[in-house]
């Protein structure tokens, strides 16, 4: 299987900051990487798809980038509503597999 | 707009079988593959397995000897079965669709969640 790592677990900032969450893959998986966000009590959202494209709807302040084995998911101004977790997940072969989670919490 | 819903017994006894359905509205079953994740309280996401209404499927190799996934096009349904169920199967039960595309796949839709409890 492949591992998903995510850094940091856990993340206090404040509205306004600009955050960046690192998720690294156990080997290359290409650009077949996606980010999805977690509210509490709330099914997975879809942001980014393929590594760097914004899902319809997503407000354009998410962006991801990295390719092979590092990848990044950037907020530019952080909103009250992006607090919550985030996952990233691999796709380039089964079982697909998620990073352990980034929780977003406000400072 | 496309949404899914499980449902399903919220206690199953351990030892048991555990049967989820996963009712799809607002499009067709038969044009995408779908996949079950299941999320302990307080854990991370992990994926079971996925299917396509063709019959093709694909298991996590953990869960493999236990899980059986099929769909019902006549009923725009998905089911998932987990045999042999222990305490560490109680979770929340999502479906998801699967979007494929060039640079692999990514779930755009998921149904709200079921939490499965399993206990005597």
């Known amino acids: 299987d492949i591992q998903m790592t995510q850094s940091p677990s856990s993340l206090s900032a404040s509205v306004g900051d600009r955050v960046t969450i690192t998720c690294r893959a156990s080997?290359?998986?290409?650009?077949?990487l996606n980010w999805y966000q977690q509210k509490p009590g709330k099914a997975p959202k879809l942001l980014i798809y393929?590594?760097?494209s914004l899902q319809s709807g997503v407000p354009s302040r998410f962006s991801g980038s990295g390719a092979g084995t590092d990848f990044t998911l950037t907020i530019s101004s952080l909103q009250p509503e992006d607090f919550a977790t985030y996952y990233c997940?691999?796709?380039?072969?089964?079982?697909?597999?998620f990073g352990q989670g980034t929780k977003l919490e406000i400072k | 707009q496309v949404q899914l819903q499980e449902s399903g017994p919220g206690l199953v006894k351990p030892s048991e079988t555990l049967s989820l359905t996963c009712t799809v509205s607002?499009?067709?079953?038969?044009?995408?593959?779908w996949s079950w994740i299941r999320q302990p309280a307080g854990k991370g996401l992990e994926w079971i397995g996925r299917?396509?209404?063709?019959?093709?499927?694909n298991y996590k190799p953990s869960l493999k000897s236990r899980v059986t996934m099929s769909g019902d096009t006549s009923k725009n349904q998905l089911s998932l079965k987990l045999s042999s169920v222990t305490a560490a199967d109680t979770a929340v039960y999502y479906c998801?669709?699967?979007?494929?595309?060039?640079?692999?796949?990514?779930?755009?839709?998921w149904g709200q969640g079921m939490l499965v409890t399993v206990s005597s």
């Open positions: 998801a669709r699967n979007r494929m595309g060039p640079s692999g796949e990514y779930f755009d839709y």
């Open positions: 607002g499009g067709s079953i038969s044009s995408y593959y």
């Open positions: 299917i396509h209404p063709s019959g093709s499927t």
């Open positions: 080997q290359s998986i290409s650009s077949y």
């Open positions: 393929a590594a760097s």
């Open positions: 997940q691999q796709t380039y072969s089964t079982p697909l597999t």
